[in-house]
């Protein structure tokens, strides 16, 4: 284990003056999905407005607002028509104002997805650059023409046989089987376009200096109006060998989307960075990105070096993805501890987005649910929430002739229930844009939980106060509590350790911080061993607060973790 000193107390990190972001606690927003206000079934920037205070209560210190701009919504807002605007659908850019002042004077800070792999197939630019192959933004898009005889091409021009490469688009579409290509063929024009995702999201092409002039502008725009930061969606796919090569035949079923992972986007990153890092006003703008690739390493490469930095934060998916079991997470935080405390890089934690099932879904229960809050808020890194996971929702049951996503994620989309009226605090006049997730009639509203010391929503409550009270668990260094005998494959339950310490005078130790966190993956109890000393129960997933866990005031030595329980335990104040 990496900084581990001489007496078994892991060395000091310099934590004072952090920036924001590595002590913050971010909450995804999906604006459609968050609260409407007008009356049609789809949120809006006022419903983020009207709840701000729900997310101080909580105790996050950052929003993220997945894309609210305008947009044919093919792809509900990552297709976007126009980067400088709010789309009618979500309010104006005078409602954005008001809500990030609004944010602010709660102390959250706010940012916002940045879409610059593909935009629209209605924004102006590639209307212009489809009207003719002369158009000055024709090359701000990519395109290629038939694939030739001499290269494996056959058929009528435009025909499948003769689409200019291997490459498969991300969406298999509603009721799709297959991924199609990443490839359309344009009539007028007489050429395809590349698109990772769908047909409406042609592809930016970043090698174009006036595209990537007019997109770096965009960034300027909404740091004008105060954002203070990015999170940057495909950031793997900015940069593409020129030359757009068939993929090896084994990998030619996965989409490009999730392989594109070209050193030609190290460069553009870096100059974002820069981009960010030379805007004048105070707070530190911060980019985060979308990284979606199989290996925690591809991710790492992402944040650049420090003589050239990129991402300020990377999302490792790997740890998404992971079943819920000890070893395979033992795995992931190994991977993360061993890969990115050498190279600098502060990681991030995320369970759940727009994307993918909620965890609370994969996981199958909400005791699961539960202790994997306490796993996520006990790591070391940035960790991300996905709205409506602190009320341990699970994902809605989409009937299939009410799917609407072509990427099949509806289900964790779902509105969030507010409170326990017909309309769950929507202000809709029909029904909600999808059904609401299951026990949204049955008690699993913010209201009704709130009204519940021993819900879900206390627990995250009770862990982001732990977090923002305590400096190493916000961001001290991590170690592995060694367990007797030594862990094996068959342990059901992870136990480390996070210290804060200062030190000064050349070692003199002036205040340290410890937690201990452990987490029981097993349906049966775990016995687990503690550092030495005496530890109380801060946080039990069981019982948010801690206080009730009957008979263990004091713990040394061992404890015995009920089944799915996860604790934070801090050293026992004489
Ligand atoms: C990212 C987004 C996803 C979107 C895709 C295309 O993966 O998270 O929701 O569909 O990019 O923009």
Redesign the pocket.
Known sequence: MTGVGADGIPAARATDGLPWWQKAVVYQIYPRSFCDTDGDGVGDLAGIVRHLDHLSWLGVDALWLSPFYRSPMA?FG??VSDYCDVDPLFGTLADFDHLVAEAHARDLKVIVDW?P??SSDAHPWFVAARSSRDDPHRDWYRWRDDRSDAAGGSGPPGSPGRVPNNWRA?FKGVGGDDYPPAWTYDERTAQWYLHL?LPE?PDLNWDHPGLRAAMIDTLRFWMARGVDGFRV??THGLGKDPALPDLPLALADIPI?GLNDDPRTHPLLAELRSVLDDWPDPPERMMVG?V?LPATSQSLDYYGAPERPELHLSFNFPPLLAPWDAAAWRAQIDEVQELFGPRGAWPSWVLS???QPRHRTRYGSEARARAAAVLLLGLAGTPFLYAGEELGLEDAVVPPESRVDP?G?DGCRAPIPWDGTSTHGWAMSDTPWLPWPPDADAGRTATELRADPSSILWLYRHLLRARRDSPALASGTFSWVPSTPPPSSEDQALVWQRVHRIDVDGGDVESVDVRVVAVNFGSTSAEIHLPPGRWQVEVSSLVPDGSPREGTPQLEGSWVLAADEAVVLRPLTP
């Open positions: 792809d990552y297709d879409v792999n593909h991300a995702f999201q969606d495909v989307s979308e979606f987005n727009h994307d990427g994620r």
